[in-house]
């Protein structure tokens, strides 16, 4: 019974971020303040049958370190598990410690407070530091712009104004983050969009599946304010800009690279924010 209190709290918390993530959002912010309030709730409810046949110690370090598999397995990435790993062991011990002194209304009120500083305020901020410091790859900041073939829709060759600044956005048709980011790409668009100084580009990297014409109507459709470019090469945006992951920007002031990576449109966020970054270029 040990195990199996602990595999139905597993599924049940899996089933809350897939049908949470479908149905409501996948907003990181929003999917770490469901689950951690999920974790409390479910204990509030359940705990006195999951206490029967588990100690509370070994119930919280199982659920921890299932996280901590399915961040380097599953999701091939410790950035979001890792900070549910920081705060769902508090959630859970709150919640035992509310069944035990019966202080369901205070303990609640703690963990609705943690849970909604570290969503919103603390997680992106994080999210945003561990891609810039720790997960970041080898990139070309600070050299010169390679000769990358870029086309508009009419198949002609782009070639970039050198005395302006020049925002890349680069996206695939498989990037859910890419369309998801996209109005609020085409929000700075519009913010700059009377400053001469600088240019927007979206800049679709082809997939193997993908057909260019299918490719133009797909980001056309949208009319964003941002102009649409295309590469003609997966491999030479790999090979010459080391991009990997998508949504990637890539900024160009003077022909040199200034920035490469995913800054955040939050302005709650300090890291790498994106009109922070621009504004900085501008002055």
């Known amino acids: 019974m040990r195990f199996f209190s602990i595999i139905l709290f597993i599924v ?4 809350l ?7 409501v959002s996948n907003y990181g912010p929003h999917m770490i303040f469901a689950e951690l309030i999920f974790a409390f709730l479910i204990v509030i409810f359940k705990g006195k049958w999951f206490l029967k046949y588990n100690n509370k110690w070994f119930y919280i370090f199982s659920i921890s ?61 994080y999210i945003q530091f561990y891609y810039t410091y720790i997960e970041k790859e080898d990139t070309k900041i600070n050299q010169r712009f390679p000769d990358i073939n870029l086309i508009n829709k009419n198949k002609e060759k782009i070639i970039f104004d050198t005395d302006k ?5 680069f996206w695939t048709t498989s990037c859910g983050v890419c369309f998801s980011e996209f109005p609020l790409y085409n929000n700075l668009a519009l913010k700059y969009k009377n400053n001469d100084q600088i240019e927007f580009y979206s800049v679709n990297t082809p997939l193997k599946r993908d057909t260019f014409k299918k490719n133009i109507k797909i980001i056309e459709a949208y009319n964003y304010s941002f102009k649409n470019i295309y590469a003609t090469s997966s491999e030479e945006i790999k090979e010459k800009l080391i991009i990997y992951t998508f949504p990637t920007i890539v900024i160009i002031k003077d022909s040199m690279i200034v920035y490469q990576g995913h800054p955040s449109y939050d ?12 504004d900085n270029l501008l002055k």
């Open 12 to 15: 049940a918390f899996l089933a």
């Open 267 to 278: 302005k709650t966020v300090l890291i790498d924010n994106f009109e922070k970054i621009i």
């Open 165 to 169: 600044i020049i925002v890349l956005d």
């Open 17 to 23: 971020q897939i049908l949470f993530g479908v149905f």
């Open 65 to 125: 370190m299932f996280f901590t598999i399915v961040g380097f397995l599953l999701l091939k990435t410790l950035a979001m598990a890792s900070f549910v790993i920081l705060l769902l062991p508090l959630s859970i011990y709150l919640a035992f410690k509310a069944l035990e002194n019966k202080t369901f209304i205070k303990n609640g009120i703690i963990v609705l407070l943690i849970t909604f500083f570290g969503a919103y305020y603390v997680f992106p901020n």
